[in-house]
T-cell receptor
Framework: GAGVSQTPSNKVTEKGKYVELRCDPISGHTALYWYRQSLGQGPEFLIYFQGTGAADDSGLPNDRFFAVRPEGSVSTLKIQRTERGDSAVYLC????????????FGPGTRLTVL | SQQGEEDPQALSIQEGENATMNCSYKTSINNLQWYRQNSGRGLVHLILIRSNEREKHSGRLRVTLDTSKKSSSLLITASRAADTASYFCATENYGQNFVFGPGTRLSVLP
């Protein structure tokens, strides 16, 4: 079956603009995760959804970052007033149930803020 | 903050040789997982080892876990050029989320 997909694959924006990044998890997976990865670093946890609700948003760096998953499937990561430091690859992963399950990653969205 | 720390940061070997990467972590865990990443994009899950397990095998991969030393190792036997990638360990504690290390960049030279 289809894996996790993310759109767009690349996004270039200007400082101060608003961006939305989309994640389509594997069908039937209740858990969805967002990570951010800077060059040469490991993925950094941002937020975790179990169904429609954010079970843990402790990794969101500040209130410019927000994510939703209104129907428990597709999720959108929203970044307001983007800054150059937001440039990174944003990775989405899903797992069947959450705790102790394998996470399956999407290809990521490379965000560049000029 | 990143709990897992892979060692070495970079490793270069000849095709056919074995590659060993290590991961150390700080707090108790439920499980530890290894992932591979090509070209800085999506991660591919390799193997999961639970805290009550000491060793697991999958094809040419062998993972060990020593909870007393808070460390894990990933061994890739008979390496191939296609194994060239970054390898990450990720630790999970109950109720908390994955914490990834900075990774080991493996280069397998033909």
């Amino acid at each position: 079956g289809a894996g996790v997909s993310q759109t767009p694959s690349n996004k270039v924006t200007e400082k101060g603009k608003y961006v939305e990044l989309r994640c389509d998890p594997i069908s039937g997976h209740t858990a969805l995760y967002w990570y951010r990865q800077s060059l040469g670093q490991g993925p950094e946890f941002l937020i975790y959804f179990q169904g429609t609700g954010a079970a843990d948003d402790s990794g969101l760096p500040n209130d410019r970052f927000f994510a939703v998953r209104p129907e428990g499937s597709v999720s959108t990561l929203k970044i307001q007033r983007t800054e150059r430091g937001d440039s990174a690859v944003y990775l989405c992963a899903s797992s069947l149930a959450g705790d102790q399950d394998t996470q399956y990653f999407g290809p990521g969205t490379r965000l560049t803020v000029l | 903050s990143q709990q897992g720390e892979e060692d070495p940061q970079a490793l270069s070997i000849q095709e056919g040789e074995n590659a060993t990467m290590n991961c150390s972590y700080k707090t108790s865990i439920n499980n530890l997982q290894w992932y591979r990443q090509n070209s800085g994009r999506g991660l591919v899950h390799l193997i999961l080892i639970r805290s009550n397990e000491r060793e697991k095998h999958s094809g040419r991969l062998r993972v060990t876990l020593d909870t007393s030393k808070k460390s894990s190792s990933l061994l890739i036997t008979a390496s191939r050029a296609a194994d060239t990638a970054s390898y990450f360990c990720a630790t999970e504690n109950y109720g908390q989320n994955f914490v990834f290390g900075p990774g080991t960049r493996l280069s397998v030279l033909p």
